[in-house]
């Protein structure tokens, strides 16, 4: 079953350092996503990207943070300049556009720690 | 999208269903029912979604009321890998982003 894939499953940085986390969606979607879910609290929509644009984002998705589909197959969150409250799992998810598959999948995401 | 009501928590005998509610009375005529699920901060996975008919997939059954306002998803035979967060969102099903709300969903407890 095809499925979207994050690397690295975890990383720790320090405050201030830029971050990238790698998204590989499913080959034949065109919607993807970046949500987050800090420590004990739900999951929360930071961004949308469709036809190389950002088609909605969050209060949360702000001037620090970055999206990119460099190659037609990653789909990259970019964190400019990591704060302590940064500090997430980071889930890639991705859909297709089809009246029959509308369904959102998302991948088991990247843990950032920052120190 | 529409808010939706769960309850926090509940507990399901291993090998019996699991039914878990789901309130969502301000649903409009586009929107469907989404169940997802989070089995210990892994990634949300997608178990049903339906409008008005009931639905059955190979993981759960999802039962909404004819007016549309509750729905109910049933894990007919609950095992201890089913214990986790379950999440029952609204959302307009179409063209556009539209991307998914959770809110803190309902924590399924299977018991031995």
């Known amino acids: ?20 986390l790698r998204c590989v969606p499913i080959s034949n979607h065109l919607y993807f996503y970046w949500y987050r879910q800090i ?54 998810a991705s859909r297709t556009e089809s009246r029959s598959g509308n369904t959102i999948y998302f991948g088991e995401g990247s843990w950032l720690t920052v120190v | 999208d529409a808010k939706t009501t769960q309850p926090t928590s509940m507990d399901c005998a291993e090998g019996r269903a699991a039914n878990l509610p789901c309130n969502h009375s301000t649903i409009s005529g586009n929107e469907y029912v989404y169940w997802y699920r989070q089995i210990h901060s892994q990634g949300p996975q997608y178990i049903i979604h339906g409008l008005k008919n009931n639905e059955t997939n190979e993981m759960a059954s ?4 004819e007016d549309r306002k509750s729905s109910t998803l049933i894990l007919p035979h609950a095992t201890l890998r089913d214990t986790a967060v379950y999440y029952c969102i609204v959302r307009v099903f179409g063209a556009g982003s539209y991307q998914l709300t959770f809110g803190k969903g309902t924590k399924l407890s299977v018991i031995p």
């Open chain 2, 62 to 65: 999802l039962i909404i009321t």
């Open chain 1, 39 to 92: 420590l004990g609290q739900k999951v929360e929509f930071l961004v949308s990207f469709y036809n190389n644009e950002i088609s909605e984002k969050s209060e949360i998705f702000d001037d620090q943070f970055s999206v990119e589909r460099p190659d037609g197959s990653n789909f990259t969150l970019k964190i400019r300049s990591t704060k302590l409250e940064d500090s997430a799992m980071y889930f890639c």
């Open chain 1, 1 to 20: 079953e095809p499925e979207v894939t994050q690397t690295p499953s975890h990383q720790v940085t320090q405050m201030g350092q830029e971050v990238i």
